[in-house]
């Protein structure tokens, strides 16, 4: 991988982490078409998700900051332990998934972009109909509850699969559940913190152990490093101001376009 392939895949990681159009689907067809797919770039992939985990921590490190004060700094159970004790509530299907069934997950990867372009046009579909029935009801919203918190954290453990966004999968089952926007777009963000540093975690466990090897130079991480930290940044709160202002049905124009083209390259 040469230094301006990483600094595509790495814009093209830090962007749609956060955006809804999926970040592992964007990356296989980035990879298939600039011919950088392998086993090889596994550390590439752990630095640029972990690019992108300190980039939603610069741009809500308040609410994160408030979290940690309001966990640590006391023993009663106030808001902010609940509203934690919610996003690891939200874990528990990613954390079976991961634990049971990483090795048929990884299996989807790398076999094509056809299972890519189906799943991207059902990221499309949730984005259409979760704008669309929230305008079509208009009915109270309210705050993440317990319910909904297991409900998002199901949607962010079917998202594993490439071409699913997680964001737009977890912001819409939100959004269908009846969860405020502003809410549900921050609550997306942070609950995949933990996940994303778990999974960067084992993996490099496995590129110690020899499991997986790696090939590339200091040069091309470094470059991909600051291009996922850079457009994650932006990507993050540009993504909390579309959910605030419901304009993710562009969004899943978007995903359908993206998607039928996966399909039909697959397919040829």
């Known amino acids: 991988m040469s ?6 895949l790495g814009i093209v990681q830090g962007l749609t982490e956060f955006l ?9 067809i980035g990879q298939a078409l600039l011919g950088t797919a392998g086993e090889e770039n596994l550390l590439f992939a752990i630095v640029v998700h972990t690019a992108t985990v300190l980039s939603t921590l610069c741009i809500l490190w308040r609410e994160v900051a408030q979290l940690f004060r309001g966990t640590f700094t006391t023993t009663a159970w106030n808001e902010e332990k609940r509203y934690v004790a919610k996003i690891l509530v ?14 048929e997950v990884e299996e989807f990867f790398g076999n094509g972009l056809t299972l890519v372009g189906i799943c991207l046009c059902v990221t499309a579909v949730l984005l259409y109909l979760s704008e669309w029935l929230q305008k079509r009801l208009n009915r109270p919203t309210h705050e993440v509850t317990w319910r909904d918190a297991f409900i998002i954290g199901c949607a962010q453990a079917v998202a594993v699969l490439p071409g699913l966004s997680r964001s737009g999968t977890t912001i819409a089952t939100g959004l269908l559940c009846g969860v405020k926007k502003e809410s549900v777009a921050q609550f997306s963000f942070l609950m995949v913190l933990i996940p994303i540093l778990g999974e960067a975690f084992l993996s490099l466990l496995d590129l110690v152990k020899g499991e997986v090897s790696s090939t590339l ?8 490093f600051v291009a996922a930290f850079v457009s994650g940044c932006f990507a993050c709160r540009f993504m909390i101001d579309i959910v605030r202002r419901q304009r993710l049905v562009y969004f899943a124009v978007y995903c359908l376009a993206v998607g039928l083209f996966a399909i039909i ?4």
């Open 217 to 224: 130079g200091w040069l091309p991480l470094t470059v991909g």
């Open 265 to 268: 390259y697959g397919l040829c």
């Open 3 to 8: 230094w301006w392939e990483a600094l595509i």
């Open 90 to 103: 939200s874990m528990i299907p990613v954390f079976i998934i991961g634990m049971f069934f990483k090795d």
């Open 20 to 28: 809804p159009v999926s970040s592992s689907g964007h990356l296989e």
